[in-house]
Nanobody, 124 residues
Framework: QVTLVESGGGLVQAGGSLRLSCKVS????????MAWFRQSPGKEREFVSG????????DVAESVKGRFFVCRNNAKNEAYLEMDILKPEETSVYYC?????????????????WGQGTQVTVTS
């Protein structure tokens, strides 16, 4: 059994920053690459950023490039998403996901482990 738990969501003004965390517990060896997705009401879940098992490779959606940064601390079994210059349209539930491959994927179908999500609300 492996669980992913996100934290760090909340309310922030446009232009502000938030840092999300994702804690992996249980059979942590089931999770190698990790990623962040988001979903806003009425829209499909979309890839935001991903990181390889050893943290040496990262991928980021074009829409957040230069503003969002992903990293991880394997000693703590945690991944993080630093989000800067947030926009109101980025109000979403942000999900952490894990897969048993070394490299992340932009397709949610390639992830078998998911957190419950954390709400991020950006006010104008």
């Amino acid at each position: 059994q492996v669980t992913l738990v996100e934290s760090g969501g909340g309310l922030v003004q446009a232009g502000g920053s938030l840092r999300l965390s994702c804690k992996v517990s249980g059979r942590t060896d089931y999770v190698a690459a990790m990623a962040w997705f988001r979903q806003s009401p009425g829209k499909e879940r979309e890839f935001v950023s991903g990181i390889s098992d050893n943290g040496g490779y990262t991928d980021v959606a074009e829409s957040v490039k230069g503003r969002f940064f992903v990293c991880r601390n394997n000693a703590k079994n945690e991944a993080y998403l630093e989000m800067d210059i947030l926009k109101p349209e980025e109000t979403s539930v942000y999900y952490c996901a894990g897969r048993d491959r070394d490299y992340p994927s932009q397709s949610e179908e390639n992830y078998t482990r998911w957190g419950q999500g954390t709400q991020v609300t950006v006010t104008s």
